[in-house]
């Protein structure tokens, strides 16, 4: 990567005013953080995301991920950024070519304009660690909020699919709301998850980067009585 793109602080990964000047710089060519969709579509996307389902890509920026997902069948995606500048030009870039995609201008922090239990998969690459580049009260906080709207629109068997380097505070963050503390919306069996972490070990980008990221697949368990956790193939499970 380009010692330009790059932020001069870890802090800017969060800010609207950084990834705006790098939609500026990467000159309406695709960037990929954490490596491509060939990288993850036979070790797990097709294991694990149905052709039908209703997808949501938070911080889309302007990866090709929701455009190869689309070509690769998947055909009901929204995608946002709270970008309007990336977001305007991938809907440029797309609308002719892959006509039932959706392009929103919106904070993931704060999803308002998309209803209750309405996404069965919420696909975040990067997005997260984005906005927890630096771990202050501020962004643990926002982060929640985050959670909690992503809690709220999943369906009731939905995932919420993030692709992390898994940080140890950012792991945490995720622990904390999705595995330990349930937050309750509707009765107290609805928000009960299975947490799967996959990492990239046969995947080719473990050969272009010393960096890791990880695929950790947390699925709402619909009314089930326990939460359950599975790494590496080893599965626990947590009443809560």
Partial sequence: MSNTLLPTNHEQFNQKKYWDEFFIK???????WYGNYNDIKTYFIHKN????????????????????????????????????LVINEMLLKNKNIRTNMKWLVMDMTSMLELNTNSYDIVLDKGALDALMSIDTIDIQIKTMKMFHEITRILTINGSYIC?????????????????????????????????????????????????????????RCGSTVNGTTTVNGTTTTATT
């Fill in 49 to 84: 995301i149905l052709k039908n389902v209703k997808i949501l890509i938070i911080g889309c920026g302007n990866s090709n991920l929701s455009n190869d997902l689309y070509d690769d069948g998947y055909k009901n995606i929204t995608n946002i950024d709270f970008s309007e």
């Fill in 163 to 219: 692709i992390s380097l898994c940080e140890n505070y950012i792991l945490k963050a995720l622990m904390s709301h999705f595995h330990y503390n349930c937050v309750q919306y509707h009765d107290s069996n609805f928000n009960k998850w299975h947490i799967e972490f996959n990492s990239y070990i046969d995947c080719k980008i473990i050969n272009k980067t010393k960096l890791i990221p990880y695929i950790i697949n947390i699925q």
């Fill in 26 to 32: 990467t000159k309406n060519e695709a960037f990929e």
